[in-house]
């Protein structure tokens, strides 16, 4: 009976001590991603205020002040409720709650509107594996000055985005990462390229929209992974 007892009492010890050194492990292990994370990157797709210091909860998260286009990388951020603040050179505060599931990943951008104000929208991101030669893409319309929308289409003339409104995002698409995609406001005859050397087989993308007039219409392109 008592060695029944220390037997499993030692058993039981073993069993903490194996608990606590994978916790741990986990903790310092900066590219694991923990129960109770999110991973979001920032972006500045205002270009109504430049040079943007991002901060979560009250504590500065970039490491330099983001210009018009810029992106942080992915940061590891508590899920659940978040405050989001971004903060111009003119100490201009843009703020905003938002909820983030753990273990997913988000695109947070500071926006505007046609008459300056600004806000702060975010998308899930999906890095699940892309199919064999193909690269995995997600388009995301952060121009405000289009009613009609835009359009993007693939090489061979493929439409797969018709009519993509302010803050609207696609699903994602997979394309051949050796054609091009082209994109023109709907109703203008000025399209644009973007061209495949842009792209990796296996590689994930978010292209997303700025610009005023249909000649200044312009693709931004992030790697997602």
């Known amino acids: 009976m008592f060695m029944n007892i220390f037997t499993n009492r ?5 069993f903490a001590i194996f608990l606590i050194s994978l916790s741990s492990c986990k903790k ?10 999110a991973k979001v990157k920032m972006i500045n797709a205002a ?10 909860d009250g504590g500065k998260r970039s490491t330099a002040a983001l210009a018009f286009g810029q992106t942080t990388d992915y940061l590891k951020v508590a899920s659940g409720n978040r405050t989001i603040r971004f903060m111009g050179s003119a ?17 947070t951008f500071l926006v505007n509107d046609r ?4 806000e702060i929208v975010s998308y899930e991101d999906n890095l699940s594996n892309t199919e064999s030669g193909k690269a995995k893409i997600k388009l995301i319309n952060l121009t405000p000055y289009f009613t009609t929308g835009i359009n993007v289409s693939v090489q061979a ?7 993509l409104l302010f803050k609207e ?3 994602y698409f997979s ?4 054609l091009n995609l082209r994109y023109n406001v709907v109703g203008s005859g000025n399209i644009k390229t973007i061209d495949n050397a842009n792209f990796v087989a296996g590689k994930i993308y978010t292209i997303w929209f700025s610009g005023a007039t249909a000649a200044t219409l312009e693709a931004h392109i992030i790697t997602d992974n």
């Open 115 to 118: 008459n300056g104000a600004r």
């Open 175 to 178: 394309v051949d990462a050796d």
């Open 91 to 107: 100490n201009l505060e843009t703020e905003s709650a938002l909820n983030f599931t753990p273990s997913l990943t988000y695109s």
């Open 28 to 37: 310092h292990d900066p590219d694991v991603v923990v129960n109770g994370e």
């Open 169 to 171: 995002a696609s699903s």
């Open 47 to 56: 270009q109504t205020e430049a040079d943007q210091d991002v901060f979560v």
């Open 10 to 14: 030692s058993i039981l010890l073993f």
């Open 157 to 163: 003339g493929t439409q797969f985005v018709n009519g």
